[in-house]
């Protein structure tokens, strides 16, 4: 989870300017599709119920967590080719991601949510969404960022590990061909 918050915060930081989505364009570019929402479940029910689950998931509080997370590295990174900017301007800068940030969150929310009611139906996202309120949902959000970390760990030690055993295969198979050379006939 942490990528994908990371990315849309960073995603978020980096396009400053960009105005927020109107939820009726947003409403109406959310199709019914007969495997995942059925036709009795309205377009307006599946986009209630997405609201609902990104407010359960605690999506923007996620979102603003990883850009506040992200914005000190961003401002050393502007500071590092801008040496002799002022504090003042530095300020201005902060100042300015963090208010285009609050004031596009709403409109990154309607995305988020236009894209959740394409695919789920408006019982299922109530389903996830009521998940989101336990107990167990919240340790998940709790812990996502720090299991992420340690999922990335293991699969690099695996593919790792699949690689070198594959060089070592290579190898030898290369070994015995040129080692015993098949006679054509």
Do not use: C
């Not at 996202?125 to 760990?153: C, D, P, W, Y």
């Amino acid at each position: 989870m942490k990528g994908l918050f990371g990315a849309a915060s960073l995603g978020l930081a980096l396009t400053l300017g960009m105005g927020t989505p109107v939820a009726s364009a947003a409403t109406a570019a959310v199709p019914a599709s007969p495997a995942t929402a059925p036709a009795a479940d309205s377009v307006d029910n599946r986009l209630s119920a997405a609201k609902d689950l990104l407010v359960a998931m605690q999506a923007k509080e996620m979102f603003k967590s990883q850009f506040e997370a992200s914005l000190p590295k961003q401002m050393a990174s502007i500071q590092k080719e801008y040496p002799d900017m002022s504090k003042e301007t530095r300020d201005l800068i902060e100042r300015a991601f963090r208010e285009e940030t609050d004031r596009s969150l709403d409109g990154l929310m309607i995305d988020i949510a236009t894209l959740y009611a394409k695919r789920f139906s408006a019982d299922e996202m109530k389903v996830i969404a009521n998940f989101h309120r336990t107990k167990a949902g919240a340790k998940l959000r709790g812990e996502s960022e720090a299991l992420q970390k340690e999922l990335s760990g293991v699969a690099n030690t695996w593919s790792l590990e699949v690689v070198r055993k594959i060089s070592k295969r290579l190898q030898e198979q290369l070994r015995e061909q040129y080692q015993n050379p098949k006679v054509s006939s």
